[in-house]
């Protein structure tokens, strides 16, 4: 029986189509290969390093030096009665172990032991002179890969340190590590295909949050001792609170952005911001004031040029402070709650002025400002990211939704408005939008921004106490659960500096209390968010503080206040 041609030439040109496919796969699996094997190469590298330093100096007291605070070490260092390399080896150290622990690392910077030799000749002392950073993945390091959790951007090097590792360095820190995030930065999990799922120290059935998750991890661990990571919507603050550390998000434009590249390029809805993390709030305040210096300014005119307020972050006036314990989207776990409460009565103990603050409309402002904002294009430019890699799997529905036409979206939203009005307010805002939809939805931002400072200022309120989510979720709850991001990304399209700081720990009583949430909508969210929260009993919670756009001090100041007041109430117990 003879083949007809046309039916000859279908099945060839199938076939070379699935050849042709299978071949590119081949090759992308080829670079993950690749990229894991230099992963693994990096922590022996470290392993070596630390090796040959204790077989030169083995009566080094690695405990003693990772048990200092950061202000402590770096007084030390600048003063000589600390030698760097002593640091920096019980660092390498410490974050390998975490590292095999948790998966935080992705790259290990070598030149950093270069740098090591050539800032002990220089003898000049910034003010953190010897300290060993680290870096998430997103932040570019000259000579190293940003992938993002993306194939195609790896074996793509850096040409140049962006400006916060460039001021970093002449500063005397020592980036010594990248760190992993999960794919395309939207999410506040931390797992990619190329690099695979970051742990939480903690527990390692829980996530570290994301996006800057191996941060939160290396940290929370004790492997580092002062990190920077970005927040696009908690991406900072996520982390912090899920591993029990404090971080800071600034006002977007405070520290440079430039060499630190986006999960979703362009858009200006939501800002983003780079920020520290670490054990403490001095520390962070260390980080700051390191980073808010004439080299930042230079190397980037568009960063505004204020230094570090010491000022306003030294007073002890008391404060007029704004609360709320929910937002009325995402309902808190009782431990949220309570840790709110229990932070709202210390500080009136302590002389504070506490005035509640009500919040509206937060449903509005998520999926109006920030989901149809970030994805003001139809997410056509967050879907381009992902053209060409292997895995999208966890994504599926939302990719689907992305590509269909903006008709369809309509329809969707319209049929599943009366049955699941959460799923219909996102279908709806992922719709693509005209050039004069998205400026009207800017105008309509700074005007939300404008009437919320407003209520702030007829309050006259100096800071805000306000919930964070927690305790960590489970692994891979937090792909399910993006709706649950209210509290953190609120104050992303506000573009208000604010911090997080662990206050307390999820108690018996709180997981009793759980048996009884149900969430606002009492859908399918609600009732995932629910079994997240389970089994949390000893992880912490924190609480955000927040303040007025620049006032990055006065954030840090409350933070500290916080901070002072949960450590002597731990002490008295």
């Given amino acids: 029986m003879r083949v007809p041609l046309p039916a000859l030439l279908c099945c060839s040109a199938a076939s070379l189509l699935l050849l042709l496919r299978w071949r590119r796969r081949r090759g992308l699996w080829r670079k993950v290969k690749e990229a894991r ?6 922590l022996v590298q470290m392993e070596m390093a630390v090796r040959r330093f204790r077989e030169q100096l083995p009566s080094v007291n690695m405990i003693s030096i990772l048990s ?33 622990e948790t998966n935080c690392i992705t790259e290990y910077l070598q030149e950093s032991e270069t740098q090591l030799q050539k800032a002990k000749m220089t003898g000049k002392l910034g003010l953190l002179y010897g300290v060993p950073v680290s870096i998430k993945d997103s932040i570019d390091c000259q000579g190293h890969d940003s992938t993002l959790g993306f194939i195609k951007n790896l074996n793509k090097p850096a040409a140049e340190d962006s400006v916060v590792v460039q001021v970093l360095r002449r500063q005397g820190a020592i980036p010594f590590v990248k760190t992993n995030v999960p794919q395309s930065l939207i999410s506040y999990d931390c797992k990619n295909l190329i690099f695979g799922q970051t742990f ?15 941060e939160g991890a290396l940290v929370g661990g004790g492997g580092s001792i002062l990190g920077f990571g970005t927040d696009v919507g908690g991406s900072l603050r996520f982390p912090a609170a899920f591993c029990g550390i404090c971080a800071l998000k ?28 670490a054990k403490d709030v001095e520390s962070l305040a260390l980080g700051m004031r390191a980073l808010l210096c004439e080299d930042m300014f230079n190397l980037d005119s568009t960063v505004p040029p204020l230094p570090f307020n010491e000022e306003v972050y030294s007073s002890t006036q008391p ?34 002025t506490l005035v509640p603050f009500e919040l509206t409309n937060v449903d509005y402002v998520v999926f109006n400002f920030c989901v149809r904002g970030m994805f003001a294009d ?30 369809l979206k309509s329809v969707l939203s319209w049929i599943a408005k009366p ?8 279908t709806r805002s992922i719709r693509a939008n005209t050039v004069d939809e998205v400026w009207s939805l800017h105008h309509e931002i700074e005007e939300f921004c404008h009437q919320f400072i407003a209520q702030w200022k007829k309050l006259n309120l100096d800071v805000m106490l306000c919930p964070m989510l927690g305790p960590a979720l489970g692994i891979g709850y937090p792909g399910k659960l993006s709706v649950a991001v209210s509290y953190t990304m609120l104050y992303n399209a506000l573009d208000f500096p604010a911090g997080v700081v662990p206050v307390t720990m ?15 909508f009492r859908d399918w969210w609600d009732r995932t968010l629910a079994k997240a929260f389970r089994g949390s009993v000893g992880l912490p919670v924190a609480v955000q503080c927040v303040a007025l756009p620049w006032q990055e001090e006065l954030c840090l100041r409350f933070m500290k206040e916080v901070e002072t007041l949960i450590l002597k109430k731990n002490r008295l117990v």
Wanted: aromatic content about 10%; cysteine-free; overall charge positive.
């Fill in 200 to 214: 939480n120290p903690l527990l390692y059935t829980r996530s570290p949050g994301g996006s800057s998750g191996g």
């Fill in 419 to 426: 049955f699941v009005p959460r799923f219909s307010d996102i």
């Fill in 37 to 42: 094997q230099r992963q693994e190469r990096s």
């Fill in 250 to 277: 600034p006002t977007g434009n405070r520290l440079s952005k430039k060499g630190i590249i986006s999960g979703v390029l362009g858009q200006k809805a939501v800002v983003a911001a780079v920020g520290p993390m």
């Fill in 378 to 407: 139809g997410a056509t430019s967050f879907l381009k990211m992902f053209k060409g890699e292997l895995e999208k799997s966890s994504m599926g529905l939302f990719f689907w939704l992305a590509k269909s036409p903006n008709w």
């Fill in 68 to 100: 200092l605070p950061l202000p402590e070490l770096s007084k030390k260092l600048r003063d000589g009665s600390l030698p760097p390399e002593h640091v920096f080896y019980a660092y390498v150290g410490k974050a390998l172990q975490i590292a095999t």
């Fill in 319 to 352: 404060l007029r402070i704004g609360y709320y314990e929910t937002d009325f989207f995402t309902m808190p776990s009782p431990a949220m709650r309570r840790a709110v409460r229990e932070t709202k009565q210390l500080l009136e103990d302590a002389g504070h």
């Fill in 506 to 520: 999820v108690t018996d009583k709180d997981e009793e209390e759980l048996k009884g949430y149900q969430g606002y």
